[in-house]
């Protein structure tokens, strides 16, 4: 099974803040990685597929960029809704991977 | 605007088997995955397995051999012989071919428990 790791577990960051968030998969995956956005309660929302096209509706401060086994989410300019935790996805397959999450707190 | 409703139950013996539906309102059109994803309290999201538009089925290595998910409508999971290991907040999804998981049911907590 492909692993994701995700770094760093914990971010602390100031709102206006640009923030950087990296996935690195065991084997190579292409392009076929995708990034949600989880608050406490609710369901992952996606915001990034295909290492880097934005999904709609998604605020064009988060970007993401990589491809084979290195990738980051980039938040250009952190916003109070933004405090979250973020989890990378591979679906490069027949099997799926999720990494175990990046929370973003206030600093 | 594209729903999924989950429902089943939020409490499951040990050993037995625990049964999600999902029924995908609002929206149609086919190309799409359909996937089971949880997350036990406090921690990460796993993915269980998913269903393609064609009806291929694929699972978690973890969970293979316990797990079945079924096409159609409704949606559904079934995870048999459940442990106190798989309690957690279970999630439908729906996905396309290159994208991925972009409607999300609203979750079901499943509590494994005598």
């Known amino acids: 099974d492909i692993q994701l790791t995700q770094s760093p577990s914990t971010l602390s960051a100031s709102v206006g803040d640009s923030v950087t968030i990296t996935c690195r998969a065991s084997q190579n995956v292409g392009n076929w990685l995708a990034w949600f956005q989880q608050m406490p309660g609710n369901a992952p929302k996606l915001l990034i597929y295909?290492?880097?096209s934005l999904e709609s509706g998604v605020p064009s401060r988060f970007s993401g960029s990589g491809s084979g086994t290195d990738f980051t989410l980039t938040i250009s300019s952190l916003q109070p809704d933004d405090f979250a935790t973020y989890y990378c996805?591979?679906?490069?397959?027949?099997?799926?991977?999720f990494g175990q999450g990046t929370k973003v707190e206030m600093k | 605007q594209l729903q999924l409703l989950q429902s089943g139950p939020g409490l499951v013996k040990p050993s037995e088997t625990l049964s999600l539906s999902c029924t995908v309102s609002g929206g149609g059109g086919s190309g799409f995955y359909g996937g089971w994803i949880r997350q036990p309290p406090g921690k990460g999201l796993e993915w269980i397995g998913s269903m393609s538009y064609t009806g291929e089925t694929y699972y978690s290595s973890s969970l293979k051999g316990r797990v079945t998910i079924s096409g159609g409508a409704p949606f559904s999971l079934r995870l048999t012989s459940v442990t106190a290991a798989d309690t957690g907040i279970y999630y439908c999804?729906?996905?396309?071919?290159?994208?991925?998981?972009?409607?999300w049911g609203q979750g079901t907590l499943v509590i494994v428990s005598s």
């Open positions: 996805q591979q679906y490069s397959g027949s099997s799926e991977t």
């Open positions: 999804a729906r996905r396309t071919v290159t994208g991925s998981y972009f409607s």
């Open positions: 295909k290492s880097s």
